[in-house]
Structure formats: structure tokens, C-alpha cells
Nanobody, 122 residues
């Protein structure tokens, strides 16, 4: 099981980016999906997650700016990011788990992607 992320890159503060994650090898309809981010010198953070029923969860740091969504028919999860800030710069990893709660509790994940780099800089 290997999620593959797309859509990272360089953006200026205030701009938008959309990340995509395609997952193969699991039935996405049964999995919660999430986007973690890890910046140098910082703890890994669960930025956003979405349950198999489509209920989202957001970190306070991204609430109101990021939107997570999923297309189970395409085994794809998206992260739409608006109003980007320099502190959003990080490697963004897509992950799968049995539930959003498991992600919140830091339990072992079912799948982990290599990541896509987002850099926000003027």
C-alpha cells in the first residue's frame, strides 16, 4: 500500500495550492485518510483528516484555510490550501488509518506516502 502525493511546490504568502493523494492497494471507502506535515525542527502535525464517511478534522493552525476532501471512486484524497503562510512550509504526507481517532491518538498508520514539499515564501 503506497499513497502517492502530488501538487506541492512553491507559493507566495496568500496564494493557494491543491495537494492530491492517490492510494492503491486498499479500499479507500473503509479508511480514514489524513494529511500530515513535517517541517524541519518541528514536530510532525496532523494537519487534516477525513473519515470514511467524509467528516473532516482540522488542526487549529489550518482551520478556515484548508479543506480536505475525498473521491472514493478515484481512491484520491485532496487538500485544498488557501491563504498560505510561511509557517505552512513543510513536507506533506498522505496517510491512511482505520479511523480519524487513531490518527489523533498517534496509533500506527496503515499507509504512509513519501510526501510532497510545500514551500511558502515571498
Amino acid at each position: 500500500v503506497q499513497p502517492v502525493e502530488f501538487g506541492g511546490g512553491l507559493a507566495r504568502p496568500g496564494e493557494s495550492l491543491r495537494l492530491s493523494c492517490v492510494v492503491s492497494g486498499i479500499d479507500c471507502r473503509m479508511s480514514a485518510m489524513g494529511w500530515y506535515r513535517h517541517a524541519p525542527g518541528k514536530e510532525r502535525e496532523l494537519g487534516a483528516a477525513i473519515s470514511n464517511c467524509g467528516s473532516p478534522l482540522y488542526a487549529e493552525s489550518v482551520k478556515g484555510r484548508f479543506t480536505i476532501s475525498r473521491d472514493n471512486a478515484k481512491n484520491t484524497v485532496y487538500l485544498q490550501m488557501h491563504g498560505l503562510k510561511s509557517e505552512d512550509s513543510a513536507m506533506y504526507h498522505c496517510a491512511a488509518s482505520d479511523s480519524v481517532l487513531s490518527m489523533e491518538l498517534g496509533k500506527p498508520l496503515d499507509a504512509w506516502g513519501q510526501g510532497t514539499l510545500v514551500t511558502v515564501s515571498s
